[in-house]
């Protein structure tokens, strides 16, 4: 009997201490090594990862550059308003300002360019925006200018914004090694049928003298133009090149914003991006043309919002990371969350503090929670 119970007793050890061993390794690796494999992930196969929301363009600082420009007055070409808008945008520039000066109509025009990023990339990536307004409101009785908080600051507040972010947060530092991009201010734009003026000059003397050796690295132009009408509906512009503007379209819809872009072919523009694909660059137009103050005295602060010009600013920045780093952004804001198909192992905090904090703590409490575990064991059993 005696000898019996020794036998089952020195049985139940051995199964004890098997299940142990495969307990400790199993925490082990479940604990310890998940979330490196996570890290591992992120930097090898950057594909269908969720991003917290500290990417995004700051509204604040896109109302600021609204009110800033309308304060400035008319930017009409030639005015004292267009001087003091240049030397702004000049002042809070995040990389090289080149002024490109030309007359027409008698009028000096100046387009003005911000470089950042890889300047020897065989990757050039453009955003324009016109920041001239109209002379005269054409849509209205009355023959004042337009003060252009729509046509005309929208858009160049949404470029600024987008150059803060693409500087300074760390989701971007691949894509400014992988690239140079270059901000386009463009002059001019908006004067057509006003003292024989024509459309797009601002832009269409810039595109008409890049290198041949800048248009055959240009990657792609996309254009900010209306972008901060309060009730935002943008349609697909059908000059722009169809695969970039769907890609965009379908990047609006993962991050929740189809309401405001809207999956139906709009209207067919000549606007600022037009040189720009008569020169071989697939370019987008981003514009919401369904805007009821449109050349007329009530182009206002009033009539604009902030946040139409970050939802816009902030597809752009999605579509870069999902386009060119292969990193698919979901789930912009809490208040538009929708099921991700990825597991939710695969969100990581930052691509700055990937390999850090984090998995560092969870590592260093694993080794004593097992042996903890493990001794405990060994007393209760004796093993
Ligand atoms: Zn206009």
Known sequence: MK???????????????????VFFVA???????????????????????????????????????????????????????????????????????IFQNFTYMSTPIVNIEIRIGN????????????????????????????????????????????????????????LLEAFEIRFVFFDAEDQGGIDGWNWTRGSTYYAENMTSGDVNRSVAMILL??????????KKERN????????????????????????RLGYSLIDDHVPFLNRGIPSVDLIDFDYSEWHKVTDDLAHVSASSIAIVANTVLAWLLAEFLE??????????????????SEVFESPAESSSEGRITIEFFTAPLMLLVVFLFKRRYRI
């Open 3 to 21: 000898e019996l119970g020794r036998m089952k007793e020195n049985k139940q050890k051995r199964a004890l201490t098997g299940a142990l061993v």
């Open 27 to 97: 925490s082990l690796f479940l604990l310890g090594f998940y979330p490196l494999r996570d890290s591992i992930i992120f930097l090898e196969n950057k594909k269908s990862i969720a991003l917290p929301n500290d990417w995004q363009v700051n509204e604040t600082e896109i109302q600021q550059h609204l009110e800033q420009q309308l304060g400035f007055g008319y930017r009409i070409p030639g005015s004292n308003a267009s001087e003091r808008l240049r030397n702004y945008i000049k002042g809070i520039a995040q990389g090289s300002v």
């Open 119 to 174: 300047q020897t990339s065989p990757n050039l990536l453009i955003f324009g925006a016109h920041y001239d307004t109209r002379k005269i409101a054409t849509n209205d009785e009355i023959p004042d200018p337009v003060p252009g908080a729509n046509d005309g600051a929208s858009g160049v507040a949404g470029l600024l914004a987008m150059m803060n972010t693409i500087v300074e947060n760390p989701y971007f530092l691949d």
């Open 225 to 234: 133009d209306m972008v901060g009408d309060r009730n935002l509906n943008l």
């Open 240 to 263: 722009s090149d169809p695969d970039y503007r769907d890609k965009i379209w379908e990047v609006a819809a993962n991050i929740g914003y189809s309401e405001y872009f809207i999956d």
């Open 327 to 344: 990193i698919q952004v979901w789930n912009l804001s809490s208040n538009q969350v929708s099921s991700p198909p990825f597991h939710s």
